[in-house]
Each structure stands twice: as structure tokens, then as C-alpha cells.
């Protein structure tokens, strides 16, 4: 169900940056030491909705047509699209439902809902989200925003690379070399490689839920297969990613990176402790890489931390080690 009506362009995602910027302020970008390198994290868990799916969410909600913002619209999201999507329909009157698994952290639930949109769940595992979504859509005559296979989420997510651009610049008087990003479907990614094309942009995905990582070997579109293992990281859980994304990633990555969930749990714990910042698992994928060496970083290389929603309990279970 992605939506295939246009690719996605730079100038689209300079369009949706400067629509953030109307808005919200840049996050900050945050040195800290890796590799014997200072490298730089970009903060977007600091967003209102506590991730940088905001981005997408807003570029994709403005510009659609009275009619449509009249129907509704409709996104599937284990929860950070999801509150992305209800935060941006709130703000501009329009009604959203938001398909969820029901193994969704409840932070992430109770805030979608807490937003004003329709929350139906659905199981991960057994249900076909895509067919739950299309049904909803049809039924409302509402616009399907998908989470990651969408021009304008893509556009809107790389805006955090023009952000990086800019502030990478004015600190260090350098040019951003390197990007990690937590990847899902990769809309993050592919925003980014849009946004500094001269920049190496390297998606980082938990063992096992690797979609891009294998797409990317093998230069064709791979799953992760029936029986994937289980992984902390649900906001980065994708089957598969979508030609739309494939297209970027496939001409602009050469390199990339798999953590394990020990990987992970780490990198929530050093950024707590040396940058004073909440980090769900999925929004760590990047972190982690950096930390267990899985990735070279210069003095130019800027890591995305993408999402803070975390329930207190799962994340006071890690910092106790």
C-alpha cells in the first residue's frame, strides 16, 4: 500500500523542513566521544511527540487538499507515526484513526489516544495491518498515510538531515560526513540520503528484523522471513521495505549496519548517563552501532536518536543492567 503517485524529492524535503522550522524548533545536536572521535547526536527523541516521525506526519497532513483533510485520514504505526499522525490531525482539525499492534508499548497507545484519534489494534504476528488500513480507508474515503512508503513521510523525515547539515556546520565548520539512522521500512533513511546526498548515509537495523540490510546486499527488495526473532525494537519491527524507499537507498547506501538487542540496551544506557536523554530501543539502533563499533565514525558524524516513548517500567529494567 505504498503510495507510488510521485518519488520523492530533495526539494521536497527543503519544502518540508521549512515547514517544520515554522513551527518547531531544530532539536539539538549533542557531542559526546565514540572511537576516539567526537561525534554528534542528533536529539530528535526531544520532539513534542517524543520522535522525529512528527516530520512526515505534519508535511504529509498540510498538504493534503480540503477534501481530503474533510475524509480523514488513516495511518498504521506501532506508535511514534502514530502519535506523529494524531498530533499533526489535532492541530489541524482533521480526524485520524490509527491502526496499532496490540503489543504496542502502552505509553505509545495512551498517547495516540490521548491525541483525539481512533486507536484500533491488531496482532502483529497474525493480522494483515496493510489490509486492516486499506479496509479502513475505503470504508472512510480517507487518505492512507503510510509510515514509511509515502513521498511526503519521506520528504518530512529527511528534514531532520537538513537540520543536521546546518547545525553540523556551525559547529564544527565541517560538512556532515556520515549519518546513521534507526531503520525501519526506511523512510528515515531515504529522507536523509535526499537531504545531504553527498553525506554516507547507513541505516542501522536490529538482528534478525534486517529487511534493508539483506535488500541492500543482495540489490533486490528481501523480507525478514515468517519467524523473525523477538526484538525490544517496535518502532523499527518491518517486514519489508517498499520500492519508493528501495530506490533512494539502493542508489545512495553503501554501507550498513545489524545490533543485537544487547547492542541496543547499551546504547539507551550511555545516553542516559553521558547525554541525559531517555531512548526507546528502536530509537538506539544508530547509538548502538557507533558504541559496539559495528560503524567507523569521523569528527563529522552525526547519529540519530529517533524516539524517546518508552514505558518507565521497560526502561528502568535496562538502566539496572
Not at 525501519?184 to 547507513?202: M, N
Request: net charge negative; glycine share 10%.
Amino acid at each position: 500500500m505504498e503510495n507510488t503517485q510521485r518519488e520523492p524529492t530533495r526539494e521536497g524535503v527543503i519544502r518540508a523542513a521549512e515547514k517544520i522550522a515554522a513551527i518547531l524548533p531544530p532539536t539539538p545536536l549533542l557531542a559526546f566521544e565514540a572511537q576516539g572521535r567526537t561525534v554528534y547526536a542528533k536529539a530528535d527523541c526531544l520532539q513534542p511527540i517524543g520522535a522525529f516521525k512528527i516530520r512526515g506526519a505534519w508535511h504529509r497532513l498540510t498538504d493534503l487538499s480540503d477534501a481530503e483533510k474533510a475524509a480523514g485520514v488513516v495511518a498504521v504505526s506501532s506508535g511514534n507515526h502514530a502519535q506523529g499522525i494524531a498530533w499533526a490531525a489535532r492541530e489541524l482539525g482533521i480526524e485520524a484513526t490509527i491502526v496499532m499492534p496490540e503489543d504496542a508499548p502502552r505509553v505509545k497507545l495512551e498517547r495516540t489516544a490521548s491525541y483525539g484519534a481512533r486507536v484500533v489494534t491488531y496482532d502483529r504476528m497474525t493480522e494483515n495491518r496493510e489490509e486492516i488500513a486499506k479496509a479502513l480507508s475505503e470504508e472512510k474515503g480517507a487518505v492512507y498515510a503510510h509510515a514509511y512508503g509515502d513521498p511526503w513521510v519521506i520528504e518530512g523525515q529527511g528534514g531532520a538531515g537538513i537540520e543536521i547539515a546546518d547545525q553540523m556546520l556551525a559547529q564544527t565548520n565541517r560538512p556532515v560526513s556520515r549519518i546513521l539512522a534507526c531503520c525501519g521500512g526506511g523512510g528515515l533513511t531515504a529522507g536523509l540520503a535526499l537531504a545531504c546526498p553527498d553525506a554516507s548515509v547507513i541505516p542501522c537495523e536490529p538482528e534478525g528484523w534486517d529487511d534493508v540490510c539483506r535488500s541492500l546486499e543482495t540489490g533486490e527488495i528481501q523480507s525478514v522471513g515468517d519467524n523473525p526473532p523477538p526484538t525490544a525494537c517496535d518502532a523499527i519491527q518491518t517486514f519489508r521495505t517498499f520500492p519508493i524507499n528501495f530506490n533512494v537507498m539502493k542508489e545512495h547506501c553503501r554501507e550498513w549496519a545489524r545490533v543485537s538487542e544487547e547492542d541496543i540496551r547499551n546504547a539507551q544506557r550511555f545516553a542516559f548517563s553521558h547525554l541525559r536523554i531517555v531512548v526507546e530501543p528502536g530509537g538506539a539502533a544508530a547509538l548502538a552501532a557507533v558504541l559496539a563499533g559495528k560503524v567507523e565514525v569521523d569528527d563529522a558524524t552525526a547519529v540519530m536518536i529517533t524516539g524517546g516513548n518508552v514505558d518507565a517500567a521497560s526502561f528502568a529494567a535496562v538502566l539496572q543492567g
